[in-house]
């Protein structure tokens, strides 16, 4: 059976990592490299027209910041997947990037296989970042709101989901658990970021873990 195939689009200033994470993306049966670009100005021109499954972003992008780059993709594509890539871990703007709506990050520092790995967590519904970049969000939720307010808004069907995918399982996982179509639990995770005010699942998962 040929896995489905992940198309990504990367965002990187500098030219020797980006030919790098290029070359790299050419290795998988099941992943493939649409482009690469130099600037978040050239994201927000070409990612809409190549529209691809994930994006590997950098966080520190000269002009444009690959935060600020986040925030506009998400309004015009509220499903794409994006990866923050970061030469350290640099929790305040990873906790930013997160709630602007990326679904992890990663170091670049990290080995071919952790690159593969992400890529491939969160096109299934996952979401690569450490357990203290996790507090820190949980954290964040913790004051601004409550978790049983808001929980009162879901359905007992979105409380499901919700609860299956803050215990570790992906979209497939959950759509076979509830023998629901996947395109029903990507509906169903819409709905549930709209009633409790997030921009992603991972914000959704950590809120409902708070």
């Not at 998400?74 to 350290?88: D, G, I, Q, S, W």
């Not at 520092?109 to 690569?128: C, L």
């Not at 029903?184 to 998962?205: D, N, Q």
Request: with cysteine; hydrophobic share 40%.
């Amino acid at each position: 059976m040929i896995p489905s195939k992940k198309n990504v689009v990367v965002v990187e200033d500098d030219i020797r990592l980006r030919h790098h994470l290029i070359k790299l993306l050419d290795g998988p049966e099941d992943i493939t490299c649409l482009c690469a670009v130099s600037s978040a100005e050239e994201a927000l021109e070409k990612i809409p027209a190549y529209r691809p499954d994930v994006v590997l972003m950098d966080i520190n992008l000269p002009g444009i910041s690959g935060i600020d780059c986040i925030r506009e993709l998400k309004k015009k594509m509220p499903r794409l997947e994006v990866v923050m890539l970061t030469a350290y871990e640099e929790e305040d703007n990873i906790f930013r990037a997160l709630k602007e709506g990326a679904s992890g990050y990663l170091l670049k520092s990290s080995t071919p296989e952790d690159i593969y790995n992400a890529i491939r967590d969160v096109y299934s519904g996952g979401a690569p970042f450490s357990s203290h970049i996790a507090r820190k969000v949980a954290q964040y939720f913790r004051v601004e709101r409550t978790i049983e307010d808001e929980n009162e808004k879901l359905t007992a069907r979105e409380k499901e989901v919700l609860r299956l995918l803050a215990s570790g399982y992906i979209y497939k996982e959950v759509a076979d658990q509830l023998e629901i179509s996947l395109e029903t639990v990507r509906t169903y995770v819409k709905r549930i970021c709209l009633k409790l005010h997030v921009r992603s699942k991972v914000e959704a998962i950590i809120k409902y873990r708070a």
